[in-house]
């Protein structure tokens, strides 16, 4: 595997890492997903071979039994896993550890990591009706003695009909709100008054399943609490903000993905006597795809980097989310310009590509979610 660009900024460790998993997302995962996203089908034997890799306990710490990867060192291999299919990487790595290690107690994360290293899947459950307003949500979560009943439901919750713990959030005081009225919790799969509904018909990231959740008197002991009562929604914000530069990567991977199919056909095809790329509206716009491409990649380790150094900074994540988002959107845009009618049709990669890549604008917030808080953290 030849080295790249920015490898002076990685470790020998990383870059070994990451050429194991461009090996496996190139020679297997791109090639199978591609005829799995059709169907919306995830590739379970797949998913089994990344397993064993180990992949899915990237963000699991070692004294848990998983791999305890840094932020940075995730974010290579989650780029790298979905330049093969990034529906895949988000099947794959999940919501990962992130919930507990921010708020989790020993015994739950004891709890998660070894269903996790069993193989389990851990989803996260925010959104519902009220979508990016997700402080106003509806679920409710009532106090019987040391139980809660919940009630109420969930929308477009990634893994969500294979996952076997969902973090959730319900309102326990609706007086409160956003500000002590919120509580998350640890939602085990085979609850009752827990029922999962079919998985969406979506337009990319089609290798892994988005659902609704419902929750009908649905009973939770007080030890499946995440954190305290009452703070839920500073809990999912520190989810998000953790998550974020490494949702961002996966954007990173699908323009990288773009960029290299577009680069390949650029010098293959000759039109008016020479290769597209020698005429200057498509080199250029080839070197336009590159500059924002590395742009969003060092924005996501830089964003990475700060997490791992102790330093919370939304500014730096929601930018890195915003930008790889829209990145991904304008070069895989760009390359089915590039590829012209190829560009179009079905036979070519890239218009999967791009179908994948708007994914990156809209979750995890939207990209005006992004900037609101980022004007908020340059104005407030
Ligand atoms: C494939 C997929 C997977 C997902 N996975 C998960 C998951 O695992 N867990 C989870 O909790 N959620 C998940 N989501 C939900 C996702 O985070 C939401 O769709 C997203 O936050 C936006 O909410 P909404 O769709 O209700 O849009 P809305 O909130 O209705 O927004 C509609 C439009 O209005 C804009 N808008 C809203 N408010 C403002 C404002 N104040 N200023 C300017 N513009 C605004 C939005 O940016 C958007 O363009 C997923 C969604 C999809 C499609």
New binding site residues.
């Given amino acids: 595997m030849s080295m790249r660009d920015y490898d002076f900024m990685l470790t020998e460790d990383q870059i070994d890492l990451r050429n194991l998993v461009a090996d496996f997302a190139q020679n297997q995962v791109k090639p199978i997903c591609r005829e799995a996203e059709k169907t919306a089908t995830v590739p379970e034997d797949l998913v089994k071979t990344a397993y064993e890799m180990g992949l899915h306990l990237v963000t699991v710490p070692e004294e848990y039994g998983g791999l305890g990867l840094d932020c940075i060192s995730y974010a290579v291999v989650r780029e790298e896993l979905a330049r093969g299919d990034s529906g895949f990487a988000s099947r794959v790595f999940g919501?990962g550890f992130e919930p507990l290690k921010l708020a989790g107690t020993e015994e739950q994360k004891k709890w998660a990591a070894d269903l996790m290293v069993q193989g389990g899947v851990l989803?996260?459950?925010?959104?519902e009706s009220t979508?990016?307003?997700a402080g106003s949500m509806k679920t409710t979560a009532r106090k019987v003695g040391d139980d809660y009943v919940i009630n109420g439901g969930?929308t477009?919750?990634?893994n969500g009909d294979c996952a076997d713990i969902i973090t959730i959030f319900a309102v326990t005081d609706k007086e409160k709100g956003t500000k002590g009225g919120i509580t998350a919790f640890l939602l085990p799969k085979d609850t009752p008054g827990f029922t999962v509904g079919e998985h969406e018909d979506?337009m990319g990231?089609r290798c892994v399943h988005?659902n609704s959740l419902f929750f009908d008197e649905m009973v939770l002991n007080k030890k499946y609490m995440l954190g305290e009562e009452g703070q839920g929604y500073k809990i999912a914000m520190q989810i998000l903000d953790n998550s974020r530069p490494c949702t961002a990567a996966s954007a990173v991977g699908v323009a990288q993905a773009a960029l290299d199919e577009a680069v390949a056909y650029a010098k293959d095809r000759v039109v008016f006597g020479k290769a597209i790329w020698k005429h200057e509206g498509i080199g250029f716009l080839l070197a336009d795809m590159e500059m924002r491409t590395q742009a969003a990649r060092q924005m996501v380790w830089g964003a990475c980097k700060c997490a791992d150094a102790g330093i919370v900074n939304k500014k730096l994540v929601c930018s890195a989310k915003c930008y790889a988002g829209d990145t991904a959107m304008y070069v895989t845009q760009n390359a089915v310009q590039v590829l012209g009618g190829n560009g179009y049709s079905r036979e070519y990669p890239v218009e999967k590509l791009m179908r994948d890549a708007k994914?990156y604008q809209?979750?995890?917030?939207?990209n005006?979610?992004q900037r609101?808080i980022i004007s908020g953290q340059l104005c407030h």
């Fill in positions: 919501f989803a996260f459950g925010l959104t979508g990016s307003d969930k477009f919750i990634t979506k990231i988005t994914i809209i979750f995890e917030g939207t005006q979610i609101m």
